[in-house]
């Protein structure tokens, strides 16, 4: 039989932007009920593919992240009691540890005026610590004979469904959870359901070489999960899967964590700023002033401080890029920026 | 023509030469077709492959 | 079907031959295969057992209403996918789950319906099993107990197998067993004496216990076909319990006559447990619950100690010696089937690869590659840090003694000679080509051979013609 794989959900549970997706408003409005049990038929599919299958779900809440189900622990006590002869006893566990577990949380959740931001960072790294647990448990115990059979990593894969905007002080997190990801060759795979386009998770996707899609039709959910996230790699090389023609590739800068079309890059450490600085805040690079004069004189209208700007406008500068076209120099004798990355370099003084 | 029963031997041409060797001091080959292929009595097969074990079994060589 | 390599990727791409059930399955009619998608849980445990590529085919049509045209899906197939995704359409209608159209791809309803309602639960099937109530007087045996019960059991079946040819006879199993044994053709009774392991059987102790089960169960099968068994009853129960909760109780209750039947016949094979025979309740073993998953089936192989162990406790090295640390006289039987044991520690035993001892083994009808996946399955970890796992000269040479053996191959036959006329001859050859008998043939000597099976029609042929002739 063919190789388990495990699958890590990353749910994004803001309850007010829930609230705005289930408004009958939208042209295909999906409450977050109904989200939940296309969600458990999905994550009862995934085990139904291969008794090994593993899963862990996190659960992205306002300013904090939890766990809301793992297939490794052992089933709680309160499951102990007769079991319903008409379910599969692991589709019973997982429905009811993720339904108690998530109504728990949001029950505790408190009125607050000010939605905290959301722990889409937090879920998104636990995930990739659970995945890199597992494979070291894997070959530790082999090394002392506990693992019967060879070592079979489980083909990793984060699902990320995610119905906020970006978060642009997540910038760098979220970089550094993607390098991580790349590293233990985990995919993450972006399910967006709701709200403006992500440029982060677009980013996350492409770079794992996992799928980004956004729903056109949330109310079919369930199909898209089944067809787009459901398949391992291994079939994904015969059946197709989308993935996006193009990927936003703008970053956000280091000093205001806005998300800039055109920014200003650490010719040593590259640190992206949104305006010229004469000292890099990363690196402690002090960079001439007189390239800093003639970068503030050939810089775009300044961006409104503080500000995150999700959308901006498509008439502004190059939103998406092609992938793979690097951005060459941009004249005035300024370096060239690593292709990830947009802006201009500043020289070290 | 004629129908003649008996067994076909595949084999390689050592081999093939051994069976020859052996077949001059009892003849048991019907017919000797070519390099990998001879036709010999069927009743003679078991004898044969014992035989040719045997001689086989001279050029091994084991470690106990 | 070979047992399987663990040093071979699980690629997708490779043609793995399907599931052993699949293939009887297969073989089934469409109304016994649409009883037997009723249940949930058989719709469930045959998804589990079908490839990568068919679950997702199914998995992609399971939420949709309605059919969609066979060409939306092919739009999803890539280049390298061509193939496969041919394969898996043949599978699944060979299953009667899509039927095959060129136009519209559609589930099989009653597939659908249960495998959709598998997944999502409710229903008022009662196919994953009933539990037991609670049991005042006796206490739910424990998974380890369980453990050892189907351990005890299956080593019991196999260290019989092994041990037929020396002579020396341990505990018997049962009537059932037996009579499985032998009509699977894994061992025989010459002339009405003793049970005798055969050729099949040797190779049958080689394979993993996850084929070994499925192979007697098939038996069990095609048997209970013989027995006038419904066969959509055995095959649901099957399921069932391989959907069942290892370390609970079922109740008895519920099941159909010939599942109560089968109660007997499991119980000897270690796939359930009972307190008495005429107990009203039951446990599914490890056997059972990972008859639809690759896990290992057994959960450590115990010696007298009792001490857990990991499957691989063979080392082998360089120069074609083996160490095995195991004391359990059933591992210890079948490594003795190719290899020459030479000295015995209460938990090592030391022997080597010879000449002599896999000739014997091929002798027996066991071939080299299994020996070769025997060894690599059950390779001490210690082992697991070389690349390639096994030294490349021992393998090559186990696979040399083995060319060795077959250097004379032997076909009887005719040989046909002597024709009047080239024309004769070409006639005659041309006749027998079409039969497809000629096994070797000289133009120049104007004679060929030709197997035994040809030759009446050979003769006839030639009888005709000459008597046309005249």
Not at chain 2, 11 to 31: G, H, P, R, W, Y
Not at chain 3, 424 to 447: F, P, Q, T
Request: glycine share 6%; hydrophobic share 35%.
């Amino acid at each position: 039989m063919d190789k388990p794989s495990h699958l890590s959900v990353v749910v994004d549970l803001s309850p007010s932007q829930w609230h705005l997706c289930g408004q009958s408003s939208n042209s295909h409005p999906l409450p977050l009920s109904a989200f939940l049990s296309q969600l458990l038929a999905f994550l009862n599919a995934h085990i139904a593919c291969n008794d090994e299958n593993t899963l862990s779900v996190y659960g992205a809440l306002p300013g904090k992240s939890i766990l809301l189900y793992s297939s490794a622990t052992a089933v709680p006590e309160e499951f102990t009691g007769p079991a319903d002869p008409n379910t599969y006893r692991p589709f019973e566990v997982l429905d009811s540890t993720m339904m108690n577990s998530i109504s728990d949380r949001v029950e505790a959740l408190t009125d607050l005026e000010q939605e905290p931001p959301i722990g889409l960072v937090g879920a998104l790294t636990k995930s990739l610590c659970y995945i890199n647990r597992m494979s070291n448990a894997s070959s530790t115990s082999t090394a002392a004979g506990g693992v019967q059979g060879p070592v079979v990593l489980p083909d990793p894969r984060i699902l990320v469904v995610s119905v906020s905007p970006d978060e642009s002080s997540s910038y760098i997190p979220i970089m550094n959870s993607i390098f991580s990801a790349q590293k233990l060759k985990v995919t993450i795979d972006v399910c967006k359901l709701y709200g403006p386009e992500s440029v982060f998770l677009q980013q996350a996707a492409h770079l794992t070489g996992g799928s980004y899609i956004y729903l056109e039709r949330p109310d079919a959910l369930l199909q898209y999960l089944t067809m787009a996230f459901l398949p391992p790699p291994a079939v994904r090389q015969l059946l197709s899967v989308p993935t996006q023609d193009k990927v936003d590739f703008r970053a956000a800068c280091f000093c205001h964590k806005n998300i800039v079309d055109i920014g200003f890059v650490c010719s040593v450490c590259l640190s992206i700023f949104c305006q010229p600085v004469p000292v890099c805040s990363t690196c402690r690079t002090k960079f001439p002033i007189k390239t800093l004069q003639r970068l503030n004189a050939s810089k775009p209208a300044a961006p409104a401080p503080r500000t995150p700007a999700p959308t901006p406008p498509a008439t502004s500068l190059p939103r998406s890029q092609s992938i793979g076209t690097p951005r060459s120099s941009m004249g005035n004798g300024l370096v060239a920026p690593s292709p990830s990355r947009n802006g201009t370099s500043l020289p070290p003084r | 023509m004629k129908a003649i029963r008996g067994i076909l031997l595949t084999c390689d041409s050592a081999v093939k030469q051994i069976l020859l060797t052996m077949n001059e001091k009892s003849s048991f080959i019907i017919e000797d077709l070519d390099d990998y292929h001879v036709v010999i009595k069927a009743d003679e097969e078991w004898r044969v492959r014992q035989e040719l074990d045997a001689e086989l079994e001279k050029n091994t060589y084991s470690l106990e | 079907m070979a047992a399987a390599n663990p040093d071979e990727h699980g690629d997708v791409n490779s043609e793995a031959s399907p599931h052993a059930l699949l293939t009887f399955l297969q073989s089934q009619s469409q109304n016994t295969l649409s009883r037997l998608y009723q249940k949930p849980s058989s719709c469930l445990s045959i998804f589990r057992l079908l490839g990568p590529l068919d679950r997702q085919l199914v998995m992609n049509l399971l939420w949709l209403d309605s059919a969609i045209p066979a060409s939306t899906m092919n739009a999803w197939v890539t280049r390298e996918g061509r193939k496969p995704y041919e394969a898996s359409l043949g599978i699944l209608s060979r299953l009667h789950i899509l039927p095959s159209s060129p136009v519209k791809l559609a589930l099989n309803p009653t597939f659908k319906t249960s495998l959709r309602q598998a997944i999502t639960g409710g229903g008022t099937s009662g196919s994953f099993g009933v539990p037991a109530g609670n049991d005042d007087k006796h206490t739910t045996p424990s998974v380890e107990k369980l453990d050892a019960y189907a351990l005890e059991r299956w080593e019991t079946i196999l260290h019989y197998m092994v041990s037929s040819g020396s002579g020396r006879y341990p505990a018997k199993p049962s009537q059932g067993v037996l009579l499985l044994l032998q009509r699977s053709g894994l061992m025989t009774s010459p002339h009405g004496a003793a049970l005798q392991i055969t050729s099949s059987g040797f190779q049958f102790l080689l394979y993993s216990p996850h084929t070994q089960l499925w192979e007697l169960l098939l038996q069990y099968l095609h048997m209970a076909e013989e027995r006038q068994m419904d066969l959509v009853e055995v095959l649901s129960f099957l399921f069932m319990l391989s959907t069942m909760e290892l370390g609970r109780e079922y109740s008895t209750e519920h099941l159909s006559g010939t599942q109560t039947a089968m109660l007997e016949d499991l119980r000897d094979y270690g796939i359930i447990w009972q307190r008495k025979a005429s107990s009203r309740r039951f446990n599914p073993t490890r056997l059972a619950t990972t008859l639809t998953s690759s896990a290992p089936p057994l959960p450590t192989t115990s010696g007298s100690g009792g001490t857990t162990q990991s499957q691989g406790f063979i080392v082998l090295e360089t120069n074609y010696r083996i160490y095995a640390y195991t004391d359990n006289p059933l591992q210890i039987a079948i490594l003795n089937l190719f290899i020459t044991l030479k000295s015995r520690f209460p938990n090592l035993v030391v022997g080597a690869i010879t000449r002599e001892s896999v000739k014997k083994a091929l002798a027996n009808g066991i071939t080299a590659d299994q020996i070769i996946s025997y060894l690599t399955t059950h390779a001490h970890p210690q082992m697991r840090r070389n690349k390639p796992l096994l030294p490349v000269t021992v393998q090559d040479q186990i696979r040399l003694w083995e060319l060795e053996k077959n250097r004379v191959k032997s076909q009887e036959g005719y040989l046909y000679t002597a024709f009047a006329s080239q024309a004769d001859y070409e006639y005659v050859l041309d006749y027998a080509k079409k039969l497809d008998v000629v096994l070797w043939e000289s133009a120049a000597r104007r004679c060929f051979f030709g197997s035994l099976e040809g030759h009446a029609n050979i003769r006839g042929f030639i009888e005709r013609r000459t008597a046309g002739n005249v």
